[in-house]
């Protein structure tokens, strides 16, 4: 995320647990409750919510194979125009 001082926007602090004596926490919250609360914050700074798409994960593995293997091969990975 980098450095804290280019970060743009106030401090924030979600309180969703309590540190115990044992080394454990209590959790107060749900995660429906803390993303109410982080959309309450994005609409108090003006915000929009910006959902991410979806990463396909089963194709990005699958283009990670197919170039680990034609470096394998020593295939180049450049095609001339016209070719497929």
């Given at each position: 995320m980098g450095s804290a001082d280019t970060f743009k926007t106030?401090?924030?602090v979600f309180?969703?647990?309590i540190p115990l004596d044992n080394g454990h926490y209590e959790v107060l919250e749900t995660v429906g409750r803390l993303k109410d609360a982080?959309?309450?914050?994005r609409?108090?700074?003006?915000?929009?919510y910006?959902?991410?798409d979806p990463i396909d994960m089963?194709?990005?593995m699958e283009e990670f194979a197919t170039k680990r293997r034609d470096?394998?091969?020593?295939r180049?990975?450049?095609?001339?125009?016209?070719?497929?």
């Open positions: 106030e401090e924030f309180p969703g647990h982080a959309d309450d914050f609409i108090k700074m003006d915000k929009p910006r959902p991410f089963v194709k990005g470096a394998k091969v020593g180049k990975m450049f095609s001339m125009v016209g070719t497929s």
